[in-house]
C-alpha cells in the first residue's frame, strides 16, 4: 500500500536539522571519531598559529575565528553531514508512506574498514574488520518493492518473513513507478525500529501511521 503525503506532512517527519538521533548516526564509529578529533585539534591548532602571526592585522579576528570553527569541527560536522543527509531525501517531489511485508531475510558480512597490522614476525598482515548486516526484501499487494539493510544487532532475531513494515519511499514520479529511495522503517507487531540511518522522527512516524492507516 502506498499513501502519497499531504503538502506540510513530510516537515513533521525528517527535520531539515539534525535530531540527536541523527547526530549520534552521523558522529560515527570510533575510528571516524578519531579522524574529526584530528582534523579539528591539527587544523584549529594550525589556524590559530597563524592567527597570531597576524595579530594586529585587520584579518586577525576572521583567522581567529575560522579556528575557534575549524577546533568546533567534531561538534558541527556531524549535523552538518546529517542535515544533508535529511536534505537528500527531502528534495524529492514524490513521497509516500508505505506498508507492506517482509518477503524475505537474510545477512552479509560487510567489510567495516581494513588496516595493516604487524604480526609476532614482523610482516604486515590485511586486518579486515567486518559486521553483520541483516537485508529484508520488502512488497506490498502491488508487488516489489526494494531492500532495507542495516547493521544486524541482537533484537532484530526475531524478524521473520511476513512482518508488517512500515516506512516513507521517495521517488521522482507520480505513480511510483521507479523507487530512488526508502527511509528507516518501523515493524509495529515486533515493535522495532530498523534501517542504516534514523531519517525519521520516530514516535511522531508511529502516530502518522495510526491516522493514516486506519
Not at 88 to 110: C, D, H, N, Y
Not at 158 to 168: D, N, S, V, W
Request: with cysteine; net charge neutral; aromatic share 10%.
Amino acid at each position: 500500500m502506498l499513501i502519497p503525503l499531504k503538502p506540510g506532512e513530510l516537515d513533521k517527519l525528517i527535520p531539515a536539522v539534525a535530531t540527536s538521533d541523527q547526530f549520534r548516526s552521523a558522529l560515527g564509529n570510533p575510528r571516524k571519531i578519531l579522524q574529526r578529533i584530528m582534523i579539528a585539534a591539527i587544523g584549529g591548532a594550525i589556524t590559530l598559529v597563524f592567527s597570531q602571526v597576524l595579530e594586529g592585522s585587520q584579518f586577525y579576528s576572521i583567522v581567529l575565528i575560522a579556528g575557534v570553527v575549524i577546533l568546533l569541527y567534531i561538534l558541527w560536522g556531524p549535523i552538518v553531514e546529517a542535515g544533508q543527509k535529511n536534505s537528500q531525501l527531502r528534495r524529492f517531489p514524490s513521497i509516500a508512506l508505505f506498508e507492506g511485508e517482509v518477503v524475505e531475510v537474510f545477512t552479509k558480512e560487510k567489510v567495516e574498514n581494513r588496516q595493516e597490522q604487524a604480526n609476532n614476525r614482523g610482516e604486515l598482515e590485511l586486518i579486515e574488520n567486518r559486521r553483520t548486516w541483516m537485508i529484508l526484501e520488502v512488497e506490498d499487494e502491488d508487488g516489489y518493492l526494494g531492500k532495507i539493510a542495516f547493521p544486524m544487532d541482537k533484537k532484530h532475531t526475531i524478524i521473520r518473513e511476513g512482518c508488517r513494515i512500515r516506512c516513507l519511499v521517495f521517488s521522482q514520479r507520480r505513480d511510483f513507478s521507479t523507487v530512488s529511495a526508502i527511509s528507516d522503517a518501523w515493524l509495529p507487531n515486533q515493535k522495532i525500529w530498523v534501517g542504516e540511518y534514523p531519517y525519521l522522527l520516530r514516535p511522531a512516524f508511529e502516530e502518522f501511521c495510526n491516522l493514516r492507516l486506519r
